[in-house]
């Protein structure tokens, strides 16, 4: 597992930053759970210093997979949202990644489709996240357990199935490691 070379400290926080997002965009990872995983331990050590959510983007290039913008939010009950995805350009975006310093499961997870519509939910849910971007949704937790919330996959499902009956959000999340 990578480990971080820094220490966070709030008066060397931006600069800590800034240096992840330096450090992450030279690195190339062979799989999307080993990118996951350097986020996680960046992540991790973030939110440990801060007490709330981090973020960043996951972005695919051919064979390989890129971490992109770390950011933090101001909020400590707040979601990290997005970022900008100012690197759109080294890539195709594949997901939202964060971690939660509290809570130990995606947000939003009883939204559910039926005959073609959804329930909706928590607005500013990591379900909703997805809904609104279009692309999956990856949470690292504090035992550095990570998970995916399938959203091509939910979305596969929910416009193929005709049956009336709710496919849920919850039933799409994946173990990754």
Do not use: C
């Amino acid at each position: 597992m990578y480990q971080p070379n820094f220490t966070i400290s709030s008066n060397l926080l931006q600069y800590a930053l800034a240096g992840a997002n330096r450090r992450a965009q030279a690195t190339r990872h062979g799989s999307e759970a080993a990118a996951v995983n350097y986020f996680g331990a960046i992540g991790l050590a973030f939110q440990k210093r801060l007490g709330r959510e981090v973020g960043a983007n996951l972005v695919q290039a051919g064979n390989e997979y890129k971490v992109v913008d770390f950011h933090y939010d101001s909020d400590k009950w707040g979601a990290t949202g997005v970022s900008t995805i100012a690197n759109r350009e080294i890539g195709v975006w594949k997901g939202i990644m964060h971690t939660h310093p509290t809570n130990v499961s995606f947000s939003g997870l009883g939204v559910y489709y039926q005959n073609g519509r959804t329930s909706f939910g928590l607005m500013e849910s990591d379900v909703n996240q997805s809904m609104v971007h279009g692309v999956s949704n990856y949470l690292v937790l504090p035992n550095h357990t990570a998970q995916r919330f399938n959203y091509e996959a939910w979305m596969r499902a929910a416009m193929s199935d005709h049956s009336g009956e709710r496919i849920y959000a919850r039933d799409f999340v994946e173990n990754i490691f």
